[in-house]
């Protein structure tokens, strides 16, 4: 039998039983994954699952679209997909795709990744004039043997890959750009809400796999060529199967410094719960960052238990859930200020 013949019988199988399973919380064993000899004590956890999580208000809809593949025993990758997906569509929306507030030279340009639980990820930055970025991202991911392509290279490659060529500047965002080179100040606000909210979603799917997508315009009147966090596998998303995922939302530079989201994974591996280790890793940005009180950076995080949590530097981020347990609705994060 072949591999992927062998992998299909065997989703299946779990698939069946992942569905049955769907109203209940299955007790993990460890056989079933290899901790640290420190994590024995973890043997009988309970499992919630599936679970989506995601930033922000928006992250409400695109949990919307990764439930129905999670629901129907979809894959976690599948599912983060098509959850940002949402987003990148939505017009209204105006630091994701399609609407995305432009840069200073008044250019929308887009950057995503993805990872999914075997460690396979992708990424691209500084895309210009495709609507889902996150899609170019995953076919970076399975059709090429890179993880990252940027700017023209990444757009002849969407363009080779049959992705049709958008319009992403909408009349709002353009107006908008308008006003802010009218205005005096052309300085970049650093902690405005309005122009900092990336989407960035984990999926832990019937299977206990988990993946994460993260797809933004990146910070609105950016430099012509900059690249934010979002990209940046590691500083805007991180997936360690064996763990649990992070992304990322803020001003990116800092999260950068100190590659925010693999620390989160990290801060887990150690044992920490989802917001522990998301509080953590918030302290180490604050502590790499002398401007911290002028800028906001969160995160938000999900382990392979099923569990969630968030924290921030600046009130007012909070972040969308849906599960079993909990019917699509919106958390606070705690903050640190
Ligand atoms: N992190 C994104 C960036 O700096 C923006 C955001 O999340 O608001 O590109």
């Not at 609407?99 to 895309?127: F, Q």
């Not at 991911?141 to 080779?160: Q, S």
């Not at 989201?261 to 719960?273: A, K, T």
Request: glycine letters at 10%.
């Amino acid at each position: 039998m072949s591999k992927k013949r062998r992998d299909f019988l065997k989703a299946t199988a779990i698939g069946a039983v992942g569905i049955t399973a769907l109203g209940c919380q299955e007790k993990k064993h460890d056989h079933e994954h290899h901790h640290g000899h420190n994590h024995t004590h973890e043997d009988d956890r309970e499992v919630t699952k599936p679970v989506v999580i995601s930033t922000w208000n928006h992250g409400l809809a695109a949990n919307e679209g990764a439930w129905q593949v999670l629901s129907s025993a979809g894959s976690a990758l599948n599912a983060v997909e098509a959850g940002v997906r949402i987003t990148e569509s939505d017009p209204t929306g105006q630091s994701v795709g399609i609407g995305g507030r432009p840069d200073m030279s008044g250019e929308v340009t887009l950057d995503a990744c993805i990872m999914n639980h075997k460690g396979d990820c992708g990424s691209v930055a500084y895309l210009k004039g495709i609507e889902h970025p996150i899609s170019v991202a995953r076919k970076v991911m399975e059709e090429t043997p890179h993880v990252m392509l940027v700017g023209d290279g990444a757009k002849e490659f969407a363009l080779r890959k049959g992705f049709p060529e958008v319009n992403l500047l909408t009349e709002k965002s353009k107006q908008d750009w308008e006003d802010w080179k009218a205005s005096e100040r052309k300085v970049l606000p650093k902690i405005n809400v309005e122009n900092h909210d990336t989407i960035g979603l984990l999926a832990l799917d019937v299977y206990g796999n988990l993946s994460g997508a993260c797809t933004t315009s990146g910070a609105a009147w950016k430099m012509k060529g900059r690249v934010g966090d979002s990209p940046i596998i590691g500083a805007g998303l991180y997936v360690d199967n064996e763990v649990g995922g992070a992304t990322a939302t803020g001003w990116g530079e800092a999260v950068i410094r100190a590659v925010g989201c693999f620390l989160v994974v990290e801060f887990m591996r150690q044992g920490n719960s989802p917001q522990e280790a998301c509080r953590l890793a918030v302290e180490r940005v604050i502590s790499k960052n002398p401007d911290w009180k002028d800028i906001q950076v969160g995160f938000i995080a999900l382990n392979k238990y099923g569990e969630h949590g968030a924290y921030c530097i600046q009130p007012g981020f909070d972040y969308a859930v849906k599960s079993r347990l909990v019917q699509n609705e919106m958390i606070k994060s705690e903050s640190r200020v």
